[in-house]
């Protein structure tokens, strides 16, 4: 059964710095991994795919990295803003989809 | 363009009350479709989904059951609702390849008093 951690549970930051979040899975063979955000109350907006043959994906502010031989990714959030403060959530599909438990982020004007 | 859409936004219902949440999906044909139930401070936990109509698999043994009546709609049900249902309820539908990317619906808080 796949299993996906995210590493920390919670995180607070100044405005301005950098954000790294980290995800790990327990079974390397996986469709693709999917970064999520959610803000409290409301459904989850996708952020960044990334597939299995893909190394890393960009949106933005946004740079999501996929290393599937060793079951991590990680979410890097560039020069964070207040508006960025939500639960960022990574999902593995290996056909299903298997969820973190998120990383609350808060970051202070 | 595709949209999702789920209802009620908020539900209060008492102990032993029956239960029905909508989901339609529109702009694409023959989705996969999910139900997730999320607790508070924990994680997305898959309860259905279905490939089709009148195809439903589903992922842990509970007080809920799924439907699929139409190609974009998905019901989940309950016939007498216990405590231990009140969660955050959240419909979502996927493309259909091997590159899924999913989207999900706004979700619905369900208070079982």
Known sequence: KQEVTQIPAALSVPEGENLVLNCSFTDSAIYNLQWFRQDPGKGLTSLLLIQSSQREQTSGRLNASLDKSSGRSTLYIAASQPGDSATYLCAVNDYKLSFGAGTTVTVRA | ?113
Request: proline content about 5%; glycine content about 8%.
């Open chain 2, 1 to 113: 363009s595709q949209t999702i859409h789920q209802w009620p936004a908020t539900l209060v219902q008492p102990v032993g009350s029956p239960l029905s949440l909508e989901c339609t999906v529109e702009g694409t044909s023959n989705p996969n479709l999910y139900w997730y139930r999320q607790a508070a401070g924990r994680g997305l936990q898959l309860l259905f989904y279905s490939v089709g109509i009148g195809q439903i698999s589903s992922e842990v043994p509970q007080n809920l059951s799924a439907s699929r009546p139409q190609d974009r709609q998905f019901i989940l049900s309950s016939k007498k609702l216990l405590l231990s249902d009140s969660g955050f309820y959240l419909c979502a539908w996927g493309e259909v390849t091997d590159n899924e990317k999913m989207f999900f619906g706004s979700g619905t808080q369900l208070s079982v008093l």
